[in-house]
């Protein structure tokens, strides 16, 4: 096996790669990325594989001329809608003679406690991406994210159990192969975002990730080390790209260019006097406008989203007092203004953009948030490849990666 892992991360707007290095101490250094336009895809989901497939070819091949390596397998993941969660519980006693003696909690009595939990009902047209443990229960003590050499009679698991559209997986998979490339695995968008972006304190004290994403918004709630509950808004970038194109009467391709060259969600002193040039369409030549204008145009639509995400959270997480933060990630966390929208909607200081762990150079592109699924699948995927040796690189944080690959171990515990 070779020395690196590669993310691929296949978005409504964009193909993100990132491709990871595994040194002899199994930390990572990212070596090559890739950011490209994507095709094929609506609000999340693929709906034209050839037009797809070219656009996960073109982002891969960017990826390995800055990497000089040669791509041959990739883990991704899926999101939007097409991906569902649910808590569950599993029960047995760690004295498997019926005796019900106090024993040691060995890993035999963990896995079988999981399996437990791991005995729902999957709807047929669903497949299990992940499981993982949110806390064990022995006996009647409080609860413990860690339970092995403890001692007693039953062990209690509660876990997160994430699942995906067969459908859509085969989909992926599909294209993935028609380009040329093997598919090790599929993960979910959110939670390997969360691995590159949220720090294990944030997640003990209970975060709320947000990935603004081009054709949706996806949600997922974190609370004691693990994940609580995810949900999906059927609304993203691409919307607020349509109320431009509506509003000023410009082409959807105008309008985008518009967004990322002058967008922005909150105003702020004299911003507002800055000039916008919107493009003449047809035999209508060019008008002048302004940023606070475009504003007005922006930000009713990301308090939109905010407010949908905000009601399912409420309704269904039981996330009582937010003491982490809410961390921002996706195209849409590159919005001029979006932590001070964020923490005006939310009521909360406590929001920052989802800035990528440092894995290599910490100027480099692949640190910004809408790199967070990509690299996220490097890091939870680092373990199953063979480390290479390579030579030694400059500007390695290898501190910060290794405590990095601690937090994504103990969250990856088990899989389907």
């Known amino acids: ?61 960017a990826a390995e001329q800055m990497a000089g390596t040669e791509v041959t397998d990739v883990y991704t993941a899926i999101g ?43 709807p047929m047209d669903k497949r299990g991406l992940s499981i993982i443990p949110q ?17 007693g009679k039953r062990l209690k698991v509660k876990v997160h159990i994430i699942t995906a559209s067969i459908t859509a997986c085969t989909n992926l998979e599909q294209c993935i192969d028609r380009a040329g490339f093997m598919l090790n695995d599929i993960s979910s968008k959110t939670l390997v975002a969360s691995l590159a972006t949220i720090t294990k304190d944030e997640m003990g004290l209970g975060s709320i990730l947000i990935d603004m994403g081009g054709g949706s918004t996806d949600v997922m709630v974190l609370n004691n080390g693990a994940p609580v509950y995810m949900t999906s808004i059927p609304v993203g970038g691409n919307l607020v790209t349509n109320d431009i194109a509506v509003v000023e009467g410009i082409p959807f391709a ?7 060259e002058k967008g922005c969600c909150w105003i ?3 911003e507002d006097s800055e000039p916008v040039i919107i493009p003449g369409s047809g035999a209508m030549p060019p008008v002048e406008t302004t940023q606070y204008e ?108 290794s405590k990095f690959g601690e937090t994504v171990k103990n969250l990856f515990k088990k899989f389907f």
């Open 254 to 260: 105008s309008a985008e260019k518009v967004k990322i």
């Open 294 to 401: 475009l504003c007005e145009i922006i930000r009713p639509r990301i308090e939109q989203i905010f407010e949908m995400a905000r009601e399912d959270i409420v309704h269904h997480a039981n996330l009582v007092r937010l003491n982490g933060s809410i961390v921002l990630t996706g195209g849409g966390a590159l919005m001029p203004g979006i932590v001070q929208l964020t923490q005006e909607y939310w009521g909360t200081t406590s929001v920052r953009i989802g800035e990528v762990v440092k894995l290599g150079d910490a100027e480099a592109g692949y640190r910004k948030p809408d790199f967070a699924t990509a690299v996220g699948l490097v890091l939870s995927n680092k373990d199953t490849i063979i480390p290479a040796k390579s030579k030694k690189r400059k500007n390695v944080d290898r501190e910060s990666a």
């Open 80 to 122: 939007a809608q097409q991906v569902e969660s649910r808590n569950s519980e599993g029960d047995v006693v760690v004295d498997t003679t019926n005796k019900l003696r106090t024993l040691e909690i060995t890993p035999e009595v963990v896995s079988r406690a999981i399996e437990s939990a791991k005995a729902v009902q999957i």
């Open 268 to 270: 702020q002193g004299d």
């Open 1 to 61: 096996m070779s020395g690196t892992v590669v993310g691929l991360d296949i978005g409504t707007t964009f193909v993100k790669v990132a491709i990871g290095e595994i040194d002899d101490n199994n930390n990572v250094e990212i070596i090559g990325y890739a950011k490209k336009p994507s095709s094929g895809l609506r609000n999340g989901v693929i709906v034209n594989i050839d037009a797809a497939v070219e656009a996960i070819k073109s982002a891969v091949e």
């Open 135 to 151: 806390e064990y229960v022995i006996d009647d003590l409080p609860g413990t994210p860690e339970p092995l050499g403890m001692q």
